[in-house]
Structure formats: structure tokens, C-alpha cells
């Protein structure tokens, strides 16, 4: 299988602040990389695919980049709806693996 | 809307089984395929396996080999993952999604889990 690694696993940000996220894949996935966001007791919501590819009606200020082993979500200024969890995954091959997460909070 | 809605939480007792479902609605159910993913308490996401919803054909995870099955009922629009030999490590919330079809401007296909269920709880407690 397909271990991904993200880090910080945790993260104090305030708003306006720029935070950057990382992601691992142990063997290359080359672009096949997406990003989610959880909320408390909500479902995983979909931003990004393909690595880069801003889902439609996701805010302009999340971006996603990389390719092969190594990704990263930024969110150029944080709003206060974006404290949430984030996870990246890869669809690459089954089985379809998620990163540990990331837990974004207010600093 | 476009949506998926599950049924809701379930307890069991050690090495029962379990049936999740999964209805959709506002999109035609045979054009993607559906997903199951897991999350117990305080941990990663993880994914279980997948159906074809056009032929039925399921692909699972190895680590869920031989315990899962996932069916579709195309009538229903409804999706279906039974996990059986349930153990106290299967408590966490059960979530369907569905398989989106994306492509970059290469026109690279690329899959995503764009439309997740509400989630059902399922506690396995003697």
C-alpha cells in the first residue's frame, strides 16, 4: 500500500495568516493527489484534485501543488471557516490511502 | 439536489454483521461508481472498497478482504456494505461517496470523492 504522511499533523494559525501543509506519498503518485477538509462531526468535503485543480465554488485562496512524492495545500488567508482538519489522498491506485490529517487551530 | 444519504447508526455485538445503505439522488446513480471509507474515533480516514455501480462489479481493500461486501440495487439507486465478523476495532463512522470523473487540461482522467454521505455510526459493544 501507499502510506501518506502529512505534516504538521497539527497547526496554530490566526486569521489572514498563510499556512502551507504538506503531503508524502512513499512512491510516486505522480499527480493523482486530492484534498480534503473535515469539520466536527461533518463528512470529508472535497477542495482540490489532481493535485493542483481548485474544485468549482472552493475559495480561490486554497491551492494545491506538486507531483511524484511531494504536495502541498496552501490557504493564502485564513478565514475562520477554514479551522477544520485536512487530509490528502491519493487515487493512484487502490487502495485509495489518506494522510493522517492535519488539524488546523486558532493560534 | 445532488446527494447521498445513509441509514443510520447501528449497534452490534461482537461478530455480528452489519449493512450500511447508501441512496442517491439528483444525478444518475449507474454513471459513478460509489465508495465506502471509515473513520474511527480519532483516526485517518480509510478506504474499504468500491463498486461499479454500472455492472456491480466491487474492488475491495485487502485488509477488509473475505469481511466486506458492497452491492448496489440500480432500481433503488442505492449502494450497500455489509461488514461482517464485526470486532470492537470496527466501531467508527461508515461513509459512502461518490466516485467524481475529473480531468486535467491534458485531459488526464483523474478520480475524486465529490459527494460523501452523512456518515452512520456503527458501535460494536458486547
Known amino acids: 500500500d501507499i502510506q501518506m504522511t502529512q505534516s504538521p499533523s497539527s497547526l496554530f494559525a490566526s486569521v489572514g495568516d498563510r499556512v502551507t501543509i504538506t503531503c508524502r506519498a512513499s512512491q510516486s503518485i505522480s499527480s493523482y493527489l486530492n484534498w480534503y477538509q473535515q469539520k466536527p462531526g461533518q463528512a470529508p468535503k472535497l477542495l482540490i484534485y489532481?493535485?493542483?485543480s481548485l474544485l468549482s465554488g472552493v475559495p480561490s485562496r486554497f491551492s494545491g501543488s506538486g507531483s511524484g512524492t511531494d504536495f502541498t495545500l496552501t490557504i493564502s488567508s485564513l478565514q475562520p471557516e477554514d479551522f477544520a482538519t485536512y487530509y490528502c489522498?491519493?487515487?493512484?491506485?487502490?487502495?485509495?490511502?489518506f494522510g493522517q490529517g492535519t488539524k488546523l487551530e486558532i493560534k | 439536489q445532488v446527494q447521498l444519504v445513509q441509514s443510520g447508526a447501528e449497534v452490534r455485538k461482537p461478530g455480528a454483521s452489519v449493512k450500511v445503505s447508501c441512496k442517491a439522488s439528483g444525478y444518475t446513480f449507474t454513471d459513478y461508481a460509489i465508495h465506502w471509507v471509515r473513520q474511527a474515533p480519532g483516526q485517518r480516514l480509510e478506504w474499504m472498497g468500491w463498486?461499479?455501480?454500472?455492472?456491480?462489479?466491487?474492488k475491495y481493500s485487502q485488509k477488509f478482504q473475505g469481511r466486506v461486501t458492497i452491492t448496489r440495487d440500480t432500481s433503488a439507486s442505492t449502494a450497500y456494505m455489509e461488514l461482517s465478523s464485526l470486532r470492537s476495532e470496527d466501531t467508527a463512522v461508515y461513509y459512502c461517496?461518490?466516485?467524481?470523473?475529473?480531468?486535467?487540461?491534458?485531459?488526464?482522467?483523474?478520480?475524486?470523492?465529490?459527494?460523501w454521505g452523512q456518515g452512520t455510526m456503527v458501535i460494536v459493544s458486547s
Open positions: 461517496a461518490r466516485g467524481g470523473h475529473y480531468y486535467d487540461s491534458r485531459g488526464y482522467y483523474y478520480g475524486a470523492f465529490d459527494i
Open positions: 489532481a493535485a493542483s
Open positions: 463498486i461499479n455501480t454500472g455492472n456491480g462489479n466491487p
Open positions: 489522498q491519493q487515487s493512484y491506485t487502490t487502495p485509495h490511502t
